[in-house]
């Protein structure tokens, strides 16, 4: 194992690393696995050091961002066919994660890759919805009548559309988090609070507390750590922002959190947020914000284990522990998503279906 490379420029920001060659290939191979190449080359760009870097690896950098202003491009471009489709049916349509970093004009969306769209509506209007996109040209991708079933019965979003020219992928959701969850929120109380965006497209965004709220719930259930530390970077960015934008919104922050039962993820996440970036409540906060928390030794070994599963995915950062916590977290993911009595058998006929393929039952 040899050292983070990536973590030290968010701790010197405003310094060009000072690296040899071999050490800029590392940071780079680093910087790829974790999604965090284009914000690599934008910390460079804002903070005047991106010209410091050797020509190679500058080169490499500078050529990330020219991938993200054509991938916003796309994006708008998507997000506007999917508004056509949508037009007929007077339906909100949320836009989520990235989609909404980009048409919200966002800070993520500046260094911010990502390889599908998001949406979503009410739950009563999903068969309306997914049969506009069908006739707009998405269909699902998925063959398997089992896994059909079982996206639609417990989970948060339909299984993935994708358009049968482009190629795109397009989830479709009607809240932000699976009902049999314990952190299960009731999408009436988000569209209550979604915000239309200002281009006037007709498309809206989740509320500045929801779009974090949404994403640390994702981040700290979904037990995939792979753009851990990407997706925590988005996190800063958006408290930084929106607490610039609005005096109350730390004040906000936490009363939504408590309303939508979602206080511990905010927990998990300030307590990262702190460690790796010095983000943290107003200190006349900080109290009302420990309440939330979860019990000791919860905070303790869910410390440990993401300290662990946040470092970069790549060998040169690997621990010998960092594998058994990504193993522990994915675990923990599935049993907080749903019950015991669901998510064994669930589990069971996964590995089952993995290891014999050729009989998986296919959807007519």
Request: glycine content about 6%; overall charge positive; aromatic content about 8%.
């Amino acid at each position: 194992m040899t050292a983070d490379l990536i973590s030290t420029v968010w701790d010197q920001r405003n310094q060009c690393p000072d690296l040899a060659m071999t050490d800029w290939e590392l940071l780079l191979g680093q910087a790829r696995r974790t999604g965090l190449l284009a914000r690599l080359a934008q910390q460079g760009l804002d903070c005047g050091w991106l010209d410091q870097v050797p020509t190679g690896p500058r080169q490499y950098l500078q050529g990330a961002l020219r991938l993200v202003e054509r991938q916003k491009l796309a994006v708008q471009w998507e997000v506007n066919c999917i508004r056509r489709a949508l037009s007929g049916l007077h339906a909100s349509v949320v836009l989520l994660k990235g989609a909404a970093y980009v048409m919200a004009d966002l800070p993520p969306a500046r260094s911010r890759l990502f390889s599908d769209i998001d949406i979503m509506v009410a739950r009563d209007r999903l068969t309306e919805v997914e049969a506009a996109l069908f006739a707009a040209g998405w269909i699902s991708a998925e063959r398997d009548a089992y896994n059909q079933r079982y996206y639609r019965t417990w989970m948060h979003e339909i299984p993935p559309l994708k358009h049968v020219q482009r190629n795109t992928v397009l989830d479709l959701h009607h809240t932000i988090s699976p009902p049999t969850s314990r952190f299960k929120v009731n999408s009436t109380s988000l569209f209550d609070q979604i915000r239309p965006i200002e281009n006037g497209s007709g498309l809206f965004t989740l509320s500045p507390t929801d779009m974090v709220l949404h994403s640390a719930v994702h981040l700290f259930q979904e037990g995939e750590f792979g753009h851990g530390l990407r997706d925590l970077l988005d996190l800063d960015d958006l408290i930084k922002h929106f607490a610039s934008q609005d005096g109350t919104f730390w004040i906000a922050l936490l009363a939504r959190a408590q309303e939508l039962g979602l206080g511990i993820p905010l927990s998990h996440t300030l307590v990262h947020l702190q460690r790796l970036f010095g983000t943290a409540p107003p200190a006349e906060l900080q109290a009302a914000f420990a309440a939330v928390r979860p019990g000791w030794t919860t905070r303790k070994a869910m410390s440990v284990l993401l300290g662990a599963a946040l470092r970069p995915q790549h060998p040169s950062c690997d621990t010998r522990f960092s594998g058994i916590a990504r193993w522990m977290l994915y675990v923990r993911s599935h049993y907080i998503r749903m019950p015991a009595h669901l998510i064994i058998p669930h589990l069971l006929r996964k590995a089952y279906m993995r290891q014999f393929p050729e009989k998986t039952p296919r959807a007519p």
